[in-house]
Structure formats: C-alpha cells, structure tokens
C-alpha cells in the first residue's frame, strides 16, 4: 500500500470519528433538553435542589457545620457575592467569593445583624470606606455595594440573620433574600420542634421511671425483708432480681430495647411481685421465638404489666390471672397484656388516654404517646375493658425499624 493511500485512509477515519463524537454529543445535548425541559423548569429544578441540599444541612437548627454547608447551597440560590447566617451571639457560617471570599471576624458581622436582631425587620446597609474595611473587603474597586440583612424568625423572635452581599440591592434580591430568610426559618423550627418532641420522649421515660419507683421499690423491699429470717436464700436471690430490674429500669443510655429485653425485665419484676402475692399471681406467658428481636420502644411493656398488677389484680379478691403473649403478624410483631383484674369504666379510660385524668393509670397514657410519637397514630394502644371484666391491652409495632437501634 502506498504513502499517499495509507495517508487517505487515515485522514477518512478521523473525519468518521470526528463525526461520531459530535454526533454523540448532540444525542446527549439532545436527551439533556428533552429531560430537564425549558429554561424555567430548568430553573425551578436548580432552585428545588439547592433548597433540599440545604434543609438537609438545617435538620439540626442554628449550628456551625450545618449552617455553612447550607450556606453554600444558598448563596448559588441567590447568586450573591457573599451569604452568612447568624444566631443570636455569633456567626455561624460565610461562604463567600472573590473579594468577599474572606471571612470576616464575627464581632463585625455581629455588629452588621445587631438592628435586625433587636427589631426583628429586614434592613439594607450600604457598604461605605469604613464598613468595607470592617469587613476585609478591598477599599478600591468597590464592586459591592450593599448588605441586605434579614431576620431568621422561630417563636416571633428573631433566632438569628441571614446576611448577603451584592453590587446592587434590587427590590428583587431584597425580597428574595427575605424568602430564603423565612425558608431558614421554617427549618429551624422543624429542627426545634423535632428536639421538642425528643425531650419530650425523655421526660415521658422519666416519668414511667418515676412511677416504678416510689411504689414499686418500696413494696420489693419490703417483701425482701420479710423473708431475711424465714428464708435467707429466696431474699438474697429476691435481691439480686431486684438489682438486676432496678439496672435496667433506670439505665440511662437508648430510647429502644428488644422485646426479649423487656420480657427479662418483666420476669424479673413478676418474681419480685409474686414474693408480695404468692400464690395469688397467676402468670401465663406465650411468646413465639421469632419476635424476641423485634424492636421496641424502651420501658413500653412493663408498665403496661405493672398497671395490671397495680391496678387490677391487687384489688381484686382471690387470685388473679395475667396473660402475656406475643405472637407473628407478617410485616408487624403483635403484643397482648390481658388481666381478669377488677378491670375500669370505658369512659375514665377515655380521660386517661386524653390526658384529662390525673392520678392513677399514668403508665397506660405514657406507653399509649410515646408508641403514636415513634410510629404513628395507628399504632397506639388498642385497650379493651369493663367494670369487672378485667383488661385487655394490645400493641402492635412494625418489625422494620430504619434507625432505632435497641
């Protein structure tokens, strides 16, 4: 073959795969256009994803690392020269560029936020010689000309600033800026609201731990100490079970346990109660083997056998029977507590799930929250019972639980 064929040949397959790539980039530019739509679509896509990308930042409130990643998302939203939250005593975040690219000390940006911190109103301040050098900001080449502060606003007090800084403050920027300011905002809330409901959670435990206490632990030693004399060993071993329910009735690590957990601190418990009773505890337990690791919510049973000792069986005269059972529902692990106690008017029951009975069953309406807080309004207590005719007492919880580790 020739010089000047091989030459040709050469030239025709660049010119093929010079073809190919453009073509190929058309297809791609192509299907891009086609998927993300027009320009606004496009637009509105950008700003739906810097939104997300922030709030994710902001599920934790007002702090630092947060903050400045949101930041960030932020500031390419608004396409401003630089973007800064606050709270109320510091600069939590700056994300600038070019000459605002420098963070400023936080007393000066402090000093920037203190008017809308104190009257809770957006305001707009010009970048004059003195305010530019406060800033760090070049004295010459004055791009930027404004600072446009926006209160961040949780409880009708304002929580902190969202701060920005542009080469011309529009009514547009302004308004703009006021609206992520009011995004910020609506997040903070969530957050705090979210913190709420976790304390809340906490002082829910508090208080069953509360209940067990006084009355529980006074009546367990008291049952100890009368067999010191009779029987010395049952009242060591009875003082080891106590321990041991005492251990983790009141351990302060985990909102979550298992169920096979909670059934070790209900045996426990049970022991320590039928040295009070004797013989006039009844108890029946049947548990399926492959629902002892469901997850459940710490402390959620045994109050809930507590309640049927407490306030079922020890009124009634005779003996009394508690059945205890656990059973496989598919996708749920389903538990019963059933008593043939003295039982409670259907209507008092109402009142105590409400809230609007103080006094006595507070444990039922504590487990009753915390299971429709954890898994919702569907999965709260299901309560049967009459004047007489004892209780009945079920709760179903999911088996899958992203996130609650026992």
């Not at 003996?319 to 656990?326: E, V």
Request: glycine share 8%.
């Amino acid at each position: 073959m020739s010089d000047s064929t091989l030459l040709l040949i050469i030239a025709i397959a660049a010119v093929v795969a010079a073809i190919a790539i453009v073509a190929a980039v058309g297809f791609r530019l192509s299907r891009s256009h086609r998927e993300l739509g027009t320009d606004a679509e496009r637009a509105t896509f950008r700003t739906l994803h810097s939104a997300a990308a922030a709030g994710a930042q902001l599920r934790n409130g007002l702090e630092p690392a947060g903050a400045l990643k949101a930041s960030k998302q932020l500031r390419s939203l608004l396409n401003c020269a630089a973007f800064a939250m606050t709270d109320e005593s510091q600069l939590l975040a700056w994300d600038g560029a070019g000459a605002a690219a420098k963070q400023p000390d936080s007393d000066v940006v402090m000093r920037l936020a203190a008017q809308t911190l104190g009257n809770g109103r957006t305001h707009v301040a010009v970048l004059d010689s003195a305010l530019r050098e406060s800033l760090g900001l070049p004295a010459t080449g004055a791009d930027l000309k404004a600072a446009v502060i926006c209160p961040i606003t949780v409880d009708s007090r304002a929580a902190g600033v969202v701060i920005i800084l542009s080469k011309q403050p529009s009514a547009g920027l302004v308004r703009a800026t006021s609206e992520v300011a009011a995004w910020v905002s609506a997040q903070v809330e969530l957050a705090e609201l979210s913190a709420s409901r976790t304390l809340l959670a906490e002082a829910e435990v508090r208080a069953l731990r509360a209940q067990i206490s006084p009355h529980f632990i006074y009546n367990s030693l008291n049952a100890i100490a009368s067999f010191i004399n009779t029987d010395p060993q049952r009242a060591r071993d009875l003082v080891v079970e106590f321990a041991d329910f005492t251990r983790y009735s009141f351990r302060r690590h985990g909102d979550f346990t298992t169920l096979a957990e909670e059934l070790r601190c209900i045996d426990r418990y049970l022991l320590l109660e039928s040295a009070r009773f004797g013989d006039r505890l009844q108890v029946s337990l049947q548990i399926a083997p492959e629902v002892l690791s469901t997850v459940i919510p710490f402390l959620s049973l045994q109050p809930l056998v507590e309640n049927a000792v407490r306030h079922g069986l020890e009124a009634k005269i005779g003996k009394g029977l508690i059945q205890l059972s656990a059973r496989d529902l598919g996708a749920f692990t389903e538990v019963t507590i059933e008593d043939d106690g003295v039982g409670m008017d259907p209507e008092q029951l109402r009142l105590v799930l409400g809230g609007q009975h103080d006094g006595t069953h507070v444990g039922l309406r504590n487990v009753d929250t915390r299971l429709r807080q954890v898994y919702g309004d569907d999965h709260g207590l299901t309560i049967d019972t009459a004047v007489g005719h004892g209780m009945l007492i079920t709760m179903t919880v999911p088996k899958n639980q992203p996130g609650h580790d026992a």
